[in-house]
Structure formats: structure tokens, C-alpha cells
């Protein structure tokens, strides 16, 4: 049996537009906090929503991210219209980046996004069809019921 | 925790309720009902926009008076830095000190040192710290408190050092209870503040451990009188007095000098709450990892620009910079005392700092979701201008005060048009008796 939903929400991102990235996971974090969750939990959801969100922004033309919140954990799933990923197990080592010059002159994929992802993470999932778009799944369980 | 304390009053009688403390607050911690302005005490960090921005002058800090100053039977003025570069060009730390012992001060501290100190204990600190970077200073009381309420899964960056005025109050106060033989319990170690937040910080510090100084005095309150005394000429007896001071002293009230053993591609100096909220986010996204220190000052340039402070920014900027550049360096008695006091002092935070419960983050989970939901329904009848006649600083908060129990929705005039009746009555009829 799943956990009541009880909150969803969610936000559009738009590939290729670095002006605005980090805009999503900085209104999702807003949305958490004001949900009083704990700093500790907060941190990581943070951290996966970020890293979520600048994957789709450097390789993809759109994207969605979904935050779901239960009364026992927080799912973040990240939808994006790209690439794809060919071989998962490779995308997950870190260090391991397709990222250009360019990206990587603005400070980004340094191939340590899914990993680190993964790291921060409960339970975490990637789903990908090359040529079509990539799915990541993350959650993180809440602290039981006092 | 007791009941929150802040660094300033709010006097109901002065307050015309024009709003511009709730417009300038970045935590939007202060409501105007019925023409007059209160606070939200959970949300309020203490910066003092407020305060600087009021035009009836309803706002004050909290310092103490010299009249209750004359309670303690030995006082020590402990100075910020940014004291000494309040005045002309040519009034040297020295003299300033003297005045301080003209006014009534016991002892004036010889404060670089305690700035040495905590400057090598954070060097030291961020190298063996194994993460999250960046750390981010304490010494500002309002960077502290800013985090504990907006960015709460950063609290443990802040770094575990105590801040240089505490350590100073600790050891003045066993330095002349022993040389002079006065119980510690009557030496009060006053802090000469540039900012309203350092009083707070003494009176309820962040971390809930009771404070080693005994007070402050605002570099306002007391500046005519330094100044008058300079001018006037010192008595004998306090005039042959010798202070020594170093030009390390005045790192410490300036950006981009607080520690400069750190190496500056890893560390990162700011200044201005709005800059530093900006860093912050993104911080939280989990960027700046290859910053090792943020240090953080709420006032725009620093301390030196504290809301407490008399003299413009630049000028004092220009004059802190001039101390510096002619005190004597790295004098060896100076050099022997911080190893001395390094070998055999603790300089870690007594306790670990914690968010801060905020009301409306209480209760289940369930709860706080059917809030949150509640004031999204509620912001879609509102007009999204942000006037402010309701009391709340924007329509957001607004909803969420109401849905929160905080408000009635009706308070919206447009909502409830035949609120204009009620205003007119609170601002315009009263400015006719004026």
C-alpha cells in the first residue's frame, strides 16, 4: 500500500536556457521549506532537484519535474525530451560526462550530476529511451511520525 | 527555547503606520494593523532595515544607557573596529581610546588580538573540515539568524567558531579579576557596537548559550561625546595612558580582511543582505562547492557600514583603510600573546546552532499541505499589486496570514471597498490634527 498523496505539483523546464536554470529547484525548495521538512531532508532534495534540472536544461529541449510530496516521503520525477542515455550504468559513474566545452566553461557537467543524484537519494530510478527522453525517479523518505 | 528577543522597539505611540519598515523588510516579518506597525518576532533576523528606513524615527535600538552602565563596578569597552573609523583623519585609535576612559570606561581592550585568534582558529577549522562547503562566518549576528529562518538545511555551514567580542569579554574578565582582584561577576565587558544586531547577539545569542559581554553601546550614542572630548582636550591622567594598538585590529570591521590567511580563490568575501541571499540560493542548490569560507556581513561594506555607525561608508572605509596601512605590524609582544592565548583557549561555538521553529511549520504534515493549499486558493481572489493596505507586505502574505488564522481575506480593500472608509480615517484625518 502507497502513502496518501498529498501534495503535487508541477514545473515546466526549458532546455538550453541557462538564465533560468535552477529556477525550478529553487521554487521547489521554497515550497519545501514552507512545508516545514527538515533541514537535514531538505538539503538533499535540494541537491537531486538541482542536478535534476540542469541535466534537462544542458541536454534536452524540454522538460517537466514533478514534486510529490506523502506523508511518509518526497518524490521528485523529472521527465525531459532529449538524447537519451545509451548506457545507464556508464552515466552513473562519476566523473563520466558528455557534457561540450561549452557547458563545461559555464561550470557545469563536471559527471557528477547522477551520481550525486543517486548519492542524496532513497530510491533512484533512471528510465531512457534513446532518441525519445529520459526519466529520473527519486525519493526520499521522511522521518517516521513522532 | 524562551521568548524570542530582538535588538529594537517599536514604539506604538510614534508609529504613523506608513509602512516603509514592512515594504524594507527582507524577511517580511512586520504587519501595519489599525495605522500602527508590529512584529512577526519569529521571522525578524534583526538586520535593522527597519530601523534605517523609518520616517518617524518610531524605531529604535535596544542599546543601554550610560546611566545603566553605572551599575558594574569595573567596565571595559571592548571596540568594534569600525569605532575608530568614525572620526577625522588624524585622530589616532589612541585618542579615541583615551575619550572611551573619559566618558567613564574602566579599561579599554586591546581587541586585535582576539581577532588574531579567531582568524587562525578558522583557518584551522576550514582545513580539517570534511564538509559541506562553503562554511560561512558567524561574526555577523543577522547572517546567523538569516540562515536559522529562510536557509535551515544550511545551518551546520555556519562555522563553529566563536566570534572575537565573545572571546575578548572571556578573557578580559579573567585577566582583571586577576591582576586587579575583582570578581569576574563585577567586570562588565561592554561592547561598542556599529549595529543594532550585536546588541541581540549579547542579549540572546544565537546558539542559546549565555553571552561573555555584558551589553553594548551604539557607536551612535556615544559618538558626539567621543567627538566632543577629542576636540576639548583630554585630562592629564587619561592622557598619559598608553594603548597599544596594531593594525590587525582593523581587518576585522571590513570586508575582504577578515581573514586573510585564507587562501582568495577558496574564499569569498560579501557583503549587502540582498547579495548575500542571492549566494545563499544558490548555495542551497548545492553551487559554490570549491568555496571554502563565505564571509558574510548583512551591512552593505561591511561593519563599518553598521546601522549604528555615524560616519558615510566611504569615508570610513578610507580612513579603516589609512589605520591600517600606518599601524606597526606583526610587533613581536603582539605576535607572542596570540601564540600564548592560541596554545591554552578553546575558541569553538559553545553549542551548535539550530534552525528556528516558525510558527505555521508546526503541526503535521497533512496540516501544513492543506495550509499551504488553502493560501494558494486564497492569493487567486487577490490583485497581485502588493499595495500593502492590508497590513501584509504582498498579497502572498497576505494569503498565507489569513490561511494561517493570522488575517481576515477581507482585510484586501478589494475585497472589502468600504475599507477605504476605515484608512482614511487612520491616515488622512489623523495627519489633519497634525
Known sequence: ?146 | MSELKHGFRINTEMCQGRMHCMRACPTRAIRVKNGKAHLISELCIDCGLCLTVCPTGAIAATTLTFAELDRFKFKVAVASPALFAQFGMSDTPESVGRALLELGFDAVWEYSVDIELIDRAIAACVKKWPGPFPLISNSCPVVVRLVQVAYPSMVEQLIPVDAPREIAARELKRRYSQELGIAAEDIAAIYITPCLAKTISILQPAEEEKSHLDGAVGISQIYNDILYKLRTGLTRENASRKFSFSGEMFHWGAPEGEFPSLSREHYLPLTGLTDIIKVFDDIEKGKLRNIEFLECHACQGGCVGGNLTVENLYVARSKNLRLVANMPRSVSKFEEEVQRRYAIEDFSLRRSLKPRKIEGETGDLRGRVLRRKKAEELLKALPMLNCGLCGAPTCKSHAEDVAASRAEIGDCIFLSPDRIVHLRALYLDHQDTK
Open chain 1, 1 to 146: 500500500m502507497t502513502a496518501m498523496e498529498l501534495l503535487r505539483e508541477c514545473y515546466e523546464i526549458q532546455g538550453k536556457n541557462f538564465d533560468k536554470a535552477g529556477e525550478v529547484s529553487g521554487e521547489i525548495k521554497v515550497v519545501l521549506r514552507d512545508l516545514g521538512i527538515d533541514a537535514a531532508h531538505l538539503r538533499r532534495l535540494v541537491i537531486v532537484a538541482f542536478e535534476a534540472e540542469m541535466n534537462v536544461v544542458m541536454y534536452a529541449q524540454r522538460g517537466t519535474m514533478t514534486l510529490i510530496v506523502t506523508e511518509e516521503d518526497i518524490n521528485l520525477e523529472t521527465t525531459d525530451e532529449g538524447p537519451g542515455i545509451p548506457d545507464i550504468e556508464l552515466a552513473l559513474q562519476e566523473g563520466y560526462s558528455t557534457a561540450s566545452d561549452e557547458m563545461r566553461e559555464m561550470g557545469f557537467g563536471f559527471g557528477m550530476g547522477l551520481p550525486n543524484m543517486k548519492k542524496n537519494s532513497d530510491e533512484f530510478r533512471i528510465e531512457s529511451n534513446v532518441g525519445k527522453g529520459t526519466s529520473v525517479f527519486s525519493k526520499i523518505r521522511l522521518p517516521a511520525h513522532e
